[in-house]
């Protein structure tokens, strides 16, 4: 659920592509980031719920199977003293018609005796009576008994599809989600080949939060407060550009960064958050020089001085803080479509 969230997060910085962030616009788009951590805490509550049910069903599911092992002893049991019964049944008819040959034989003669084989005939249908009785009362037994097991199988058969359904949704999940881990991988294996040449001046890639970060240092690109890219950063942006042409389905995010001392300008730049955002936007420019780039999927954006990678105020920290980065992202069409589908 952790990558979901993260994929709702990259949703949103989609949505920021679409143009250059002014104050009442960033404090707009600001709302609906918010609204859409929101959603994405519903989204994980609705997963860990779906989670909490699929262990009870297994429970339950597990339970039934008991059930079933019990009613199924059950039920040999009660077939074998159906069939004992049955047997005795069948005895008790025998003796009961050679008592009633020998009866009608002896009925003119010998008058205790008759009354003997009277007594034995009586008792013997009164054992056959209660014989019947016992055999109905068993094949009730065992039709209710059959009529349960029947029931707990077609309760089972209905929570057995329901999970499978769950499980195949939350495979097809899983399967997009590494697909977009394995695009974030390779796109980062690109990256890092195509700027293979200016590694030791100042740029650092990695991945984080299933996004690729390409962070240039200012002295790689700008001379100090300015915003003119210099030659070695275009010859870098451009490799990155040759890289984003030929993969179609990655968003980009450029990100101005400045350290906290203050910008003191008097022009259209007055200060950091001037400076970051005139940063971004002439690395972006740059980037579109390449007629293959979609001007849809990059977005601009200046951070200032409110996202340090060092905290501490020291010359070397400082350094580190003033960087533009390029983040890349897989868009995320597929994994969209899944959960609209849910």
């Known amino acids: ?144 008994l059959q009529n349960q097991l029947n029931e707990k199988k077609n309760n089972l058969d209905i929570l057995t599809d329901q999970l499978d359904a769950k499980e195949k949704k939350l495979n097809e999940l899983q399967s997009i989600l590494d697909n977009k881990d394995k695009q974030v991988a390779d796109l980062k294996n690109k990256i890092t080949t195509a700027l293979l040449g200016f590694k030791d001046k100042g740029l650092t890639i990695e991945t984080r939060n299933g996004k690729v970060y390409v962070s240039m240092d200012e002295k790689l690109l700008f001379a100090s407060g300015s915003w003119t890219v210099a030659e070695d950063g275009k010859n870098a942006l451009k490799s990155v550009g040759k890289v984003l042409e030929t993969n179609v389905d990655i968003n980009v995010m450029i990100e101005g960064h400045t350290d906290n001392i203050p910008y003191l300008g008097s022009g259209q730049v007055k200060d950091n958050w001037d400076l970051s955002v005139m940063r971004a936007t002439a690395i972006v420019k740059i980037l579109l020089e390449n007629k293959g780039i979609d001007a849809k999927r990059i977005a601009a954006s200046g951070r200032s001085q409110y996202l340090p990678m060092e905290v501490s105020d020291t010359k070397e920290a400082r350094a580190k803080n003033r960087r533009t980065e390029i983040i890349l992202t897989p868009k995320l069409d597929e994994l969209l479509k899944v959960l609209d589908n849910n």
């Open 1 to 144: 659920m952790k990558r979901i969230y993260q994929l709702f997060i990259t949703i949103l910085l989609v949505y920021l592509s679409s143009s250059c962030v002014t104050q009442k616009r960033y404090s707009d788009l600001e709302t609906k980031y918010k609204k859409c951590s929101e959603e994405m805490a519903t989204v994980e509550k609705s997963k860990n719920e779906i989670s909490i049910l699929n262990t009870e069903l297994n429970a339950e599911i597990e339970k039934i199977r008991h059930q079933k092992s019990d009613l199924e002893k059950e039920s040999a049991v009660l077939k074998e003293k159906f069939e004992k019964i049955d047997n005795e049944h069948a005895e008790l008819s025998t003796t009961y018609t050679t008592l009633q040959n020998k009866y009608n034989k002896l009925l003119t003669g010998n008058r205790a005796e008759t009354q003997e084989i009277m007594d034995a005939l009586q008792k013997t249908q009164a054992d056959l009576l209660k014989k019947e009785n016992d055999l109905k009362k068993s094949e009730t037994d065992l039709t209710k």
